[in-house]
């Protein structure tokens, strides 16, 4: 019965949307707009915030870090760290983890002939920040570090400004050594390297570690391990084992190192699912007010099927299945355009340049891509057919009430 009573149903009510084809045009365009827009909203949401997800990730951060306990508190020199014991080795060259990397990671002052600025001098080995970390990016002028004793530093361009200097000239760099003196030294600038927010470029100073541990007296001793893995969900048997292999020191994973971003995915969890809301709401108002004018036009005509032995559910059925249509024709609409306009027109992204110290103040890239993802596509469908078919259920039960006497007499 249902299967003879379904393709039925979707005749009438195909047949009966193209009855006025410009108010079916009208609210065709209304929901057409409205998924675009939920679309196009999800898209350049989840863009900014896998932004500044990568970008804090990419900033040294990593998926996972080993320091010592109170190295986060207080990163001085005195709470460095051993190099890797053979267990720790054994975990960070397996396959589970991409790329690993030793560092060392302690506040300086960095002066040039005119100015002197505080940063943070990071010692590194070149060969492993290549895919962990944003000085493992080819500069943007000069060289890159070679090697963990290349004597070289590179710097920010933005720092290259505040500093009056540029590649090929000496800067001093004065930190405090292990045995709690000042520790100097001039460096020649090899290379600027460029990185997606300002103060990243004003933050931090490279060179090569076993440089860095000369210039400091700390030998072997490092500051950080920073590791990633091939997805950085899933990380906690990773960071488990690696606790294991090494119980004195402390290893947390970047959910745990950045809180702040762990709270803003969460925020725009919730935020997007009352966006998409407040815009169904006006959608929905537009729909309910065209399926009441739609049945309000066809009173006699309803009133005569209920005569003629139409049950007052199949009445309700016609009635959803115009909505059905409706919504399936618009979401179709919806989703084409937001992919077109997302994927094709802003395939590079939005270039706000021209605010990009606002930007900053936000953690924001100058550069805002969109980037649609599945789960929001689905969400978004759902919700709009669900909810699409509920508010068109108060006409469609008004019609059903219907009686076939005074509906067929009525003009």
Known sequence: MMKRTLPLLATLGWRNLWRHPKRTFVILFAITLGVWFMVISAGMMVGIIEQQVRDTIFNLTGHAQIHNPEYRDDPAIEHSMPPPTPAMLEILNSPKVKQWSSRVRL????????ESRGVTLV??????EQGLSLIGEPVVEGRALESIDDDGIVIGRRMAEKLETRVGKRIVVMSQNKNKEVADRGFRIVGLYRAELESTETAYVFTGRKTAQKLLGLNDDLSEIALITYSRDGLEPLVASLRQAAPTLETKSWKELEPLMVSALKVYDNFMIIWYLIIFGAMAFGLTNTMLMAIFERTREIGLFQALGMRPRYIVGQVLMETFILLLIGVALGNLTGWFTSDVIFADGIDLTEFARGMESFQMSSIMRFQLEARDLITINLMVIVLGLLASLY???????????EAITRT
Do not use: N, W
């Open 107 to 114: 506040p300086a002052v960095v002066m040039s002939e005119r």
């Open 123 to 128: 010692g590194i080995d070149p060969k492993h």
């Open 395 to 405: 006409p469609a039960l008004k019609a059903a009430r219907y009686v076939p006497v």
